[in-house]
């Protein structure tokens, strides 16, 4: 935002209308949200995103509102553009600590957006800890301060705001977690930054939606044959573990997998049988008989790792299917029998289609020992370190799944629900995102379409949901999608 700021300001527009703008669209929703005449509550913190606040109390008193504004730190202090906000405001500036909080119809918090550099310490998180006690409804400018703009994370203590309206794009914090729940809905407003800035400088992060690769949903042609459409493959566990499997297994039917076999050990292939009817169902005794079934080119995508148990052998059917070269997703138990052997994996996914799902305690047990992995706060440069570091795409799950692939391209997911946290939900986005492969959509759009359907189906669903309900709800959205 900083380099894209720059260019705006470059290409003619003064930075001080950039933040002229910016102020307008704050009092523009302060508005709405206020009853005419209220009292409004404004908190400016040293930096620009103070400058933004000015304006906006400037705005507001000339529009009739009781607008109330206190600075943290000293006036004398400001500089550049908010400097200049700050001569457009005429009325008291009190200290930001001591606003009479409590008696607003609305709190502006512009005490800190892009800018904030360390954990909130002394006065800054007195006045935060005083505006949220207030119980007031809060308007973030920019961001809620006290969340790190990139990582999302709370630095010491954030504002909890009501709604937020930041400027020209969403910012990373706006959609991970802690920080999207801190936001409330977010509002951007177009401050004049051109769209070819934006996409130059946004570069390869984007929120996961369906403009990302509609393109490639696939779309079975008039004489299209089941073989055309892929066959997936998923390895079951044993007799008491297959459940996983074939979950994972109707997932990847219903997303147009024209054929799916689970391959099962000898001893739980009664079990499978007697709950397979359009999936197939395939003996395979560990590693030599994963090998033996490869052997027939047919089978281009596997799962492996939903209850397959954490051992040497799992590790083995690994190596067997990234010599085959097919078209894989690994997860749950395929991850964790690497703990501590996460060197084995460098590189090592670089030349077939590859998906790594793991959720957050997956991704830490699979990178102990690689601080370069596991210390950045932000969830979206890990899954981007690797998958660089893997040479497969990443998705790190949770409320804000993350998609990244080894060439830095990342999408951040945000239409999910928290009834999709239920056993057996991973499976089926396993099954889901190698259905998708299967049928050539290529690894990073097959794991960004595949999560946004798999959230998209729990969200329709809602209450109640089980796993079993994901794969049913999916023809749902793919109508949708494909209409
Ligand atoms: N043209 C533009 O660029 C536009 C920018 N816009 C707006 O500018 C905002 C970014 O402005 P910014 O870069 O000045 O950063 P900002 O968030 O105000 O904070 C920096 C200040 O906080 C201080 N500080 C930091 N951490 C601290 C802590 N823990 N505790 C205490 N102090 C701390 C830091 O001090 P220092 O680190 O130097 O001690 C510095 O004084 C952006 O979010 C948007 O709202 C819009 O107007 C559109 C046009
Ligand atoms: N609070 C939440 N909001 C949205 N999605 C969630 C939430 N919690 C979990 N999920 C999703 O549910 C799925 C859970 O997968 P996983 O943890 O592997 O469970 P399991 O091993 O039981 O299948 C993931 O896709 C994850 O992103
Ligand atoms: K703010």
Request: aromatic fraction near 4%.
């Amino acid at each position: 935002m900083k380099q894209a700021d720059r260019e705006a300001i470059e290409s003619g527009i003064p930075g001080l209308e950039l933040m002229r703008r910016a102020g307008r669209a704050v009092a523009d929703l302060a508005e709405k949200l206020a009853s005419a005449g209220g009292k409004i509550v404004v908190a400016a913190g040293p930096g620009q995103n103070g400058g933004d606040g000015f304006v906006a109390a400037a705005l507001l008193a000339e529009r009739s509102y009781q607008v109330s504004l206190g600075l943290l730190g000293s006036s004398d202090r400001l500089t550049g553009d908010a400097a200049e906000a700050a001569k457009g405001w005429i009325g008291e500036v009190g200290r930001a600590e001591d606003l009479r909080f409590y008696e607003a119809d609305i709190v502006i918090d512009a005490l800190f957006g892009t800018g904030l550099t360390r954990d909130l310490e002394a006065r800054a998180r007195i006045a935060v800890e005083r505006m949220n006690a207030s119980g007031r409804p809060i308007l973030a400018v920019d961001l809620p301060s006290g969340i790190d703009g990139e990582t999302g994370e709370v630095r010491g203590v954030a504002v909890k705001a009501a709604r937020t309206v930041t400027f020209a794009a969403r910012k990373p914090c706006h959609l991970l977690m802690p920080g999207r729940a801190y936001c409330g809905p977010v509002e951007v407003a177009d401050i004049g930054i051109s769209r070819k800035t934006l996409e130059a400088r946004g570069g390869a992060l984007f929120a996961n939606g369906s403009a990302l690769w509609t393109h490639v949903l696939p779309r079975p042609g008039l004489s299209s044959h089941k073989y055309e459409r892929g066959h997936t493959l998923v390895a079951s566990g044993g007799a008491t573990r297959t459940g996983a499997a074939r979950l994972a297994a109707r997932a990847a039917l219903r997303i147009g997998s024209g054929l799916v076999t689970v391959a099962s050990p000898p001893e739980a292939l009664g079990v499978n049988a007697a709950h397979l009817t359009a999936i197939m169902l395939r003996g395979c005794d560990g590693p030599e008989g994963l090998n033996t079934i490869l052997q027939d080119p047919r089978f281009n995508a596997l799962v492996l790792g939903p209850a397959l148990g954490i051992h040497a052998g799992t590790r083995a059917m690994v190596a067997v299917a990234v010599h085959a070269r097919r078209s894989l997703v690994l997860d749950a138990d395929a991850l964790t029998s690497f703990e501590g052997l996460a060197s084995e994996l460098h590189g090592a996914f670089r030349h077939a289609p590859t998906v790594l799902t793991p959720h957050d305690g997956e991704f830490s047990r699979l990178f102990k020992g690689h601080p370069d992995l596991l210390d950045p706060a932000s969830k979206l440069e890990r899954a981007r370190r690797a998958a660089a570091f893997t040479g497969a795409v990443l998705v790190i799950k949770g409320a804000d799944t993350v998609v990244a692939a080894p060439d830095g391209r990342a999408g951040i997911n945000e239409n999910g629900t928290p009834y999709l946290a239920t056993a057996g939900s991973g499976d089926t986005l396993c099954g889901l995102i190698a259905g998708l492969m299967a049928q050539g959509v290529p690894a990073f759009e097959a794991a960004c379409a595949g999560v946004w359907i798999h959230a998209e189906a729990g969200a329709s669903f809602g209450p109640g949901l089980i796993a079993e309900d994901l794969a049913e709800a999916v023809p749902g959205v793919l109508r949708e999608l494909l209409r």
